[in-house]
């Protein structure tokens, strides 16, 4: 068994993209760590059905339960923590967390934050990840962050029913990352022989070419071999043309500011965080297309998720 040069290491949202990518990761090098989710039945399992060896499972009502996540935090020392869905709630949730992590005796936090993040962000949700950020700062915990871009399977999820990206992001580009490459920099963070190393650095998470979304589009359109295309939308005929879609007005604003974003510059910036911290380059868009179809595939038979 290998553990962590900080102990015990607790993975929440252990049943999400993320989460478990990292604990079959994480299970691989032999570390000892403690899954953390709501539902057990939804535990990441091996092909025969067994848990991840040297693997712990603890369950909580999500970030709200504030009791459910320190007693799940317990005898921990290292938490690595997946933002929440996105909500109005979204910045209280987050420091709940993160008081049970110190109320809990954890020593060391990592936490998936997005690049640009300041109180001043034109993506919305960015500003949620400062306020976060901020929080854990001041919360006396050694602390990492790790700034993603949005994830290539975002970028798939824009296309909609029509073969047709609309959003107003203008000829701005996108430095978009694929979920491996994060969790393969957040075992590289996690299982460090010297973690203190990474103690109060923030990385920026970003795939190695930043692509406009007429790019995107034309990388799709050759992988699929149907016309997919970028319309420019204004913010009006954004918001309008996602009005009918049943989210909230923080995830219907959160979702229209990341193409202004894109419009805005402030996701072209690509990083080389991933190949210092991994010792390879990150996966570009078209790489992630032709290595990982069953991620975008079903995206593009109309089972989109919102761009938030």
């Known amino acids: 068994?290998?553990?962590?040069?900080?102990g015990l290491i607790a993975v929440t949202g252990a049943s999400g993209r993320l989460g478990s990518r990292l604990a079959f990761r994480l299970a691989a090098e032999g570390a000892h760590q403690r899954l953390v989710l709501r539902d057990r039945s939804r535990v990441p399992r091996l092909g025969d059905g067994r848990l991840l060896p040297e693997c712990e499972v603890a369950t909580a009502d999500g970030y709200e339960d504030a009791a459910g996540m320190r007693a799940a935090f317990d005898g921990v020392r290292t938490v690595f923590l997946v933002s929440a869905r996105e909500s109005a709630a979204r910045v209280a949730l987050h420091t709940a967390t993160i008081d049970a992590a110190v109320a809990a005796g954890v020593e060391r936090l990592v936490?998936?934050?997005?690049?640009?993040?300041?109180?001043?962000?034109?993506?919305?949700?960015?500003?949620?990840?400062?306020?976060?950020?901020?929080?854990?700062?001041?919360?006396?915990?050694?602390?990492?962050v790790l700034r993603d871009n949005l994830y290539h399977q975002a970028l798939a999820s824009f296309v909609g029913d029509d073969d047709v990206i609309r959003g107003p992001a203008g000829d701005g580009r996108v430095a978009s990352v694929a979920h491996d490459d994060v969790a393969d920099v957040a075992t590289a963070v996690l299982l460090d022989e010297d973690p203190r190393r990474h103690d109060g650095v923030t990385y920026d998470v970003t795939g190695p070419i930043a692509l406009s979304l007429t790019e995107v589009a034309a990388l799709l359109t050759l992988a699929t071999g149907r016309q997919i295309t970028y319309h420019p939308e204004s913010v009006e005929e954004a918001f309008a043309s996602r009005a009918g879609l049943g989210a909230s007005d923080v995830e219907l604003t959160g979702w229209v500011s990341s193409y202004t974003a894109i419009a805005a510059g402030e996701l072209a910036h690509v990083s080389h965080d991933v190949s210092r911290l991994v010792g390879r380059p990150a996966r570009s868009f078209d790489q992630w297309i032709d290595d990982y179809p069953r991620e975008w595939q079903h995206l593009l038979r109309g089972d989109q998720a919102g761009p938030g």
């Open 1 to 6: 068994m290998r553990w962590s040069a900080d």
């Open 111 to 144: 936490y998936i934050s997005f690049v640009g993040a300041a109180p001043d962000a034109t993506f919305t949700f960015a500003r949620d990840h400062w306020a976060t950020e901020e929080h854990l700062r001041r919360s006396g915990l050694r602390w990492t």
